[in-house]
């Protein structure tokens, strides 16, 4: 039972390279995220999808994209990395609608870009 | 906006000592409210998912209330030990797709 996978676990990059983190889950969840961790300020909403073909922004969407063309897989790609975006960056998905369900997440990839 | 605030930053107390961390929330319009625990350097485990219209969840040590009206939850861990040292984070889902904001969190240390 994999759960959330996330790859890679650690990845460093200079300014201005591209990249894609990748998030897969086996577990038939509708509701995807990827969230950033940041000191001291708690877990921030990137990007969310409710299925496939749907995807929408969270609280700080700039600078990355997403795609959902899979209910399992919910890439996160850095389009011209910035130190900026020095983080720990989480997927974690869950079944949508009821308020029931709790979010599973991975385990991360803490990204360096200098 | 949903404001999440996790108060203290940090917490250290004597092994065997009852745990109680708070949560509070701005917006009383929540679908559900999340404990999560966090290890140095790993993802986030869930430990207690309290409903909309639930007042508390139980789970082993582990007990969590929730007042909507004043918007608050604690969380209470009865006899910590040195294997609860983490760090504690609640999240409030905002709608009912799943989306969640967090608190910063707060750090507890267990001394033996």
């Known amino acids: 039972n994999a759960g959330v996978t996330q790859t890679p676990k650690f990845q460093v990059l200079k300014t201005g390279q591209s990249m894609t983190l990748q998030c897969a889950q086996d577990m038939n969840h509708e509701y995807m995220s990827w969230y950033r961790q940041d000191p001291g300020m708690g877990l921030r909403l990137i990007h969310y999808s409710v299925g496939a073909g749907i995807t929408d922004q969270g609280e700080v969407p700039n600078g990355y994209n997403v795609s959902r063309s899979t209910t399992e897989d919910f890439p996160l790609r850095l389009l011209s990395a910035a130190p900026s975006q020095t983080s720990v960056y989480f997927c974690a998905s869950s079944y949508k609608g009821t308020g029931a369900s709790p979010l599973h997440f991975g385990n991360g990839t803490r990204l360096t870009v200098t | 906006k949903q404001e999440v605030t996790q108060i203290p930053a940090a917490l250290s107390v004597p092994e065997g000592e009852n745990l109680v961390l708070n949560c509070s929330f701005t917006?009383?319009?929540?679908?559900?409210l999340q404990w999560f625990r966090q290890d140095p350097g790993k993802g986030l485990t869930s430990l207690l998912l309290i409903q909309s219209s639930q007042r508390e969840q139980t789970s082993g040590r582990l007990n969590a209330s929730l007042d909507k009206s004043s918007g608050r939850s604690t969380l209470y861990i009865a006899a910590s030990q040195p294997g609860d040292s983490a760090t504690y984070l609640c999240a409030v889902m905002t709608d009912s797709w799943g989306k969640l904001q967090f608190g910063a969190g707060t750090q507890v240390v267990v001394t033996p």
């Open positions: 917006d009383s319009a929540i679908y559900n």
